[in-house]
């Protein structure tokens, strides 16, 4: 671990690499996210350090992660490198969600764009594999990075006697590569490898090393029938076993791939993997009974139910539910429409159009309620602890149409159960959505003028700790305070992936989904997505898995809001102008 006098903290480690490992850290002096490569001295010399150093700060291209800076710090040395929050090619690969033939060639295309850029630089990258290509998220998709040029070499120095270090991975070396001859088209070669794995599934040969080097020098190579032919076509060329066949440029592989994306993009029905069918597995009520309000929101906590619509909020005990009276609950009501609740161990945060209150676990009326923020702001964001001993707000003042992003805010940190205010900080930028992630701190969420989504971690005094920003933009964000390091996303306009989001190590993984989501809802084993319609799907993040089930609904029967506990899944549903409660064991979910 860096020391304070370091010019970074370092926040979790995100990689190993052949020379050092990788750490996630915050620059000190801007509180920006970077990445940390700590060298191995008895792996890499001074020499080669100083050789992938001069490497990096010559190239400058999207799709090459750029080096910052250099950091000496305790006989240890480290490259400050772009961070990617996408993790690896390989993690993508070895998920559970398959890559559509399209975003396969948009990654590989990446990728060349990269390899063009350094080729002309005169440099060769020698060890291109999915390990080494690192992903952000860009508008609707990943995009690829080209890291890792600790072997790399200048092509005028490819008869130089000197070999240092490894020299490659035989999965996806060129066959002339093992006998120490390099040239531009030894890292197209690889790219057919990556292409082939991308597309197929696995590598084109298998075995131990010594198997490889056979493989690559005299085995053909095979493909699935479902391969399209054009494909084909350009994996066989990259993979041609003599140098002067293959690609020569990689100007020559990307106008290859353009063209095919372009034909399949083109085509109302492209020869795309077909998707298998997805299985939702029937849920059967325990009971069902009508209730006498009109409900639009439900909430579990500590045994307690919430049930509220846009005047009023109903609260009583979860254990009744079977039987569930309107005589049974304690009535709220509220000025203006109540937008959300947040339920803790120690009460309520209720929002209304532009007032936030805090309710007390024991309150038994109006007058229990504590205002914490009320019409003076034009606009504001509420969070709670989730031990609820604080909450947050930030309170806006000044023009809140939704294109004036300089809005001048107010961070406001109470103490509860009082509501006593403790902190304040304020900024200019337009709020969008704020969490309470643990005990001490939490996190501010903005959307920029060139539409990237901006984070923004601060602590229970108020101060700014740290920042990210990821190019692309998010609609809804929720947080679980049962997994206080993950949040789960929404992207505009892009209805089809979720976005999971690791703090501690700021990742981002999209996750396919097959139901037109109506809603996001924390659950015990992680998060609970529906449809109006009775869908769920259930990310798991005790097993990283996903699980499908379904409720079967009259014909006109929508959901209108889902709760979950450790025991039990509560889901309000209407038709024909009736509301239902129906209760589920949570077992039968998971």
Same mark, same amino acid.
């Given at each position: 671990?860096?020391?304070?006098?370091?010019?970074?903290?370092?926040?979790?480690?995100?990689?190993?690499?052949?020379?050092?490992?990788?750490?996630?850290?915050?620059?000190?002096?801007?509180?920006?996210?970077?990445?940390?490569?700590?060298?191995?001295?008895?792996?890499?010399?001074?020499?080669?350090?100083?050789?992938?150093?001069?490497?990096?700060?010559?190239?400058?291209?999207?799709?090459?992660?750029?080096?910052?800076?250099?950091?000496?710090?305790?006989?240890?040395?480290?490259?400050?490198?772009?961070?990617?929050?996408?993790?690896?090619?390989?993690?993508?690969?070895?998920?559970?969600?398959?890559?559509?033939?399209?975003?396969?060639?948009?990654?590989?295309?990446?990728?060349?764009?990269?390899?063009?850029?350094?080729?002309?630089?005169?440099?060769?990258? %020698?060890?291109? &594999?999915?390990?080494?290509?690192?992903? =952000?998220?860009?508008?609707?998709?990943?995009?690829?990075?080209?890291?890792?040029?600790?072997?790399?070499?200048?092509?005028?120095?490819? =008869?130089? !006697?000197?070999?240092?270090?490894?020299?490659?991975?035989?999965?996806?070396?060129?066959?002339?590569?093992?006998?120490?001859?390099?040239?531009?088209?030894?890292?197209?070669?690889?790219?057919?490898?990556?292409?082939?794995?991308?597309?197929?599934?696995?590598?084109?040969? $298998?075995?131990?090393?010594?198997?490889?080097?056979?493989? *690559?020098?005299?085995?053909?190579?095979?493909?699935?029938? /479902?391969?399209?032919?054009?494909?084909?076509?350009?994996?066989?060329?990259?993979?041609? &076993?003599?140098?002067? %066949?293959?690609?020569?440029?990689? $100007?020559?592989?990307?106008?290859?791939?353009?063209?095919?994306?372009?034909?399949?993009?083109?085509?109302?029905?492209? !020869?795309?993997?077909?998707?298998?069918?997805?299985?939702?597995?029937?849920?059967?009520?325990?009971? &069902?009974?009508?209730?006498?309000?009109?409900?639009?929101?439900?909430?579990?906590?500590?045994?307690?139910?919430?049930?509220? /619509?846009?005047?009023?909020?109903?609260?009583?005990?979860?254990?009744?539910?079977?039987?569930?009276?309107?005589?049974?609950?304690?009535?709220?009501?509220? $000025?203006?429409?109540? =937008?959300?609740?947040?339920?803790?161990?120690?009460?309520?945060?209720?929002?209304?159009?532009?007032?936030?209150?805090?309710?007390?676990?024991?309150?038994?009326?109006?007058?229990?309620?504590?205002?914490?923020?009320?019409?003076?702001?034009?606009?504001?964001?509420?969070?709670?602890?989730?031990?609820?001993?604080?909450?947050?707000? #930030?309170?806006?003042?000044?023009? $809140?149409?939704?294109?004036?992003?300089?809005?001048?805010?107010?961070?406001?940190?109470?103490?509860?159960?009082?509501?006593?205010?403790?902190?304040?900080?304020?900024?200019?930028? =337009?709020?969008?959505?704020?969490?309470?992630?643990?005990?001490? %701190?939490?996190?501010? #969420?903005?959307?920029?003028?060139?539409?990237?989504?901006?984070?923004?971690?601060?602590?229970? %005094?108020?101060?700014?700790?740290?920042?990210?920003?990821? &190019? #692309?933009?998010? /609609?809804?964000?929720? *947080?679980?305070?049962?997994?206080?390091?993950?949040?789960?996303?929404?992207?505009?306009?892009?209805?089809?992936?979720?976005?999971?989001?690791?703090?501690?190590?700021?990742?981002?993984?999209?996750?396919? #989904?097959?139901?037109?989501?109506?809603?996001?809802?924390?659950?015990p084993q992680g998060y609970l997505l529906y449809s109006q319609t009775g869908q769920m799907i259930l990310l798991d993040l005790t097993v990283e898995g996903l699980s499908r089930r379904a409720i079967r609904l009259e014909e006109t029967e929508i959901i209108k809001a889902i709760a979950a506990s450790p025991s039990q899944l509560l889901v309000v549903t209407t038709c024909d102008s009736q509301f239902w409660l129906q209760k589920f064991n949570w077992g039968d979910l998971v």
């Amino acid at each position: 671990m860096l020391e304070p006098q370091s010019n970074y903290k370092i926040l979790n480690l995100v990689g190993q690499g052949q020379f050092g490992k990788v750490f996630a850290a915050i620059d000190l002096k801007s509180g920006a996210l970077v990445a940390l490569k700590e060298l191995n001295t008895q792996q890499l010399s001074t020499g080669n350090f100083l050789r992938e150093l001069t490497f990096l700060v010559t190239l400058d291209h999207f799709n090459l992660v750029s080096c910052k800076a250099l950091e000496h710090f305790q006989q240890k040395r480290y490259l400050v490198m772009d961070y990617c929050e996408g993790g690896t090619l390989r993690q993508l690969m070895n998920g559970s969600a398959p890559i559509s033939l399209d975003r396969s060639l948009k990654l590989v295309i990446d990728i060349l764009r990269g390899l063009e850029y350094a080729h002309q630089q005169g440099i060769i990258h %020698r060890d291109l &594999k999915p390990e080494n290509i690192l992903l =952000k998220s860009g508008d609707r998709r990943y995009t690829a990075h080209i890291a890792d040029f600790g072997i790399a070499k200048l092509s005028r120095e490819v =008869k130089s !006697a000197e070999v240092f270090g490894a020299t490659g991975s035989p999965a996806y070396m060129a066959p002339e590569q093992f006998y120490g001859d390099y040239s531009f088209n030894c890292d197209l070669y690889s790219v057919g490898v990556i292409l082939y794995e991308l597309v197929t599934g696995t590598r084109p040969f $298998s075995g131990m090393p010594r198997e490889l080097v056979a493989a *690559h020098l005299s085995q053909p190579v095979s493909y699935d029938a /479902d391969v399209p032919i054009l494909i084909r076509g350009v994996i066989a060329q990259a993979l041609e &076993k003599l140098p002067p %066949r293959r690609f020569q440029t990689a $100007s020559q592989m990307l106008a290859s791939l353009e063209l095919i994306l372009e034909i399949l993009e083109a085509d109302p029905h492209p !020869a795309l993997p077909l998707q298998t069918s997805t299985v939702f597995k029937p849920l059967t009520p325990v009971s &069902k009974i009508a209730l006498a309000e009109d409900i639009s929101h439900l909430a579990l906590s500590q045994n307690q139910i919430y049930l509220y /619509d846009a005047d009023y909020l109903l609260v009583g005990q979860d254990s009744m539910t079977p039987n569930i009276t309107r005589d049974e609950l304690t009535k709220f009501t509220f $000025s203006q429409p109540v =937008k959300s609740i947040c339920c803790r161990l120690t009460g309520c945060a209720i929002s209304t159009t532009n007032a936030l209150y805090f309710l007390p676990r024991n309150g038994t009326n109006n007058k229990d309620l504590i205002t914490i923020a009320d019409s003076l702001f034009t606009s504001w964001l509420g969070a709670l602890d989730p031990q609820g001993s604080w909450l947050a707000t #930030i309170a806006g003042q000044g023009n $809140s149409r939704e294109s004036d992003a300089s809005i001048q805010s107010q961070l406001n940190i109470y103490g509860l159960p009082g509501g006593q205010l403790q902190r304040s900080l304020n900024s200019l930028r =337009k709020w969008q959505h704020l969490m309470i992630i643990d005990r001490r %701190r939490g996190l501010a #969420i903005a959307q920029n003028s060139a539409g990237q989504t901006e984070f923004h971690l601060f602590n229970r %005094r108020g101060q700014w700790l740290a920042n990210s920003t990821i &190019k #692309i933009t998010l /609609d809804t964000v929720v *947080h679980n305070p049962l997994f206080s390091d993950c949040l789960l996303a929404t992207e505009r306009d892009n209805p089809g992936q979720v976005i999971l989001i690791t703090l501690t190590s700021f990742n981002l993984k999209r996750i396919a #989904i097959d139901i037109e989501l109506s809603q996001i809802e924390p659950c015990p084993q992680g998060y609970l997505l529906y449809s109006q319609t009775g869908q769920m799907i259930l990310l798991d993040l005790t097993v990283e898995g996903l699980s499908r089930r379904a409720i079967r609904l009259e014909e006109t029967e929508i959901i209108k809001a889902i709760a979950a506990s450790p025991s039990q899944l509560l889901v309000v549903t209407t038709c024909d102008s009736q509301f239902w409660l129906q209760k589920f064991n949570w077992g039968d979910l998971v």
